[in-house]
């Protein structure tokens, strides 16, 4: 079983920054993608930023320039670095893993989302 804990969220004044945090635990063998995904309110899931397991990052058009994703695969841990806020990232962000284990084959898994709100 992998779980995945994301933390950092809250409320932060627009032009302000938030970290976000997602670590993964269980019997993890190995770790490919992982992603940020956010979902505003009344609106779909839409995915903010992607990192592979060789570095390489993808970002929305919208957060591009303000947001940076990385990784730390020694702790299991996705970070996403959300500068410049603006009240239209406004949602609740999400983490995802592709994530192989001593027993089953790459699967994708998700956190349990962290609000983050942006308000003067």
């Known amino acids: 079983q992998v779980q995945l804990v994301e933390s950092g969220g809250g409320l932060v004044q627009p032009g302000g920054s938030l970290r976000l945090s997602c670590a993964a635990s269980g019997s993890i063998s190995s770790i490919s993608n992982m992603a940020w995904y956010r979902q505003p309110p009344g609106k779909q899931r839409e995915l903010v930023a992607l990192?592979?397991?060789?570095?390489?990052?993808d970002y929305a058009g919208s957060v591009k320039g303000r947001f940076t994703i990385s990784r730390d695969n020694a702790k299991n841990t996705a970070y996403l670095q959300m500068n410049n806020v603006k009240p239209e990232d406004t949602a609740i962000y999400y983490c995802?893993?592709?994530?192989?284990?001593?027993?089953?084959?790459?699967?994708?898994?998700w956190g349990q989302g962290t609000q983050v709100t942006v308000s003067s």
């Open positions: 995802s893993m592709n994530v192989r284990t001593l027993s089953t084959a790459l699967t994708a898994y």
């Open positions: 990192i592979t397991s060789g570095s390489k990052t």
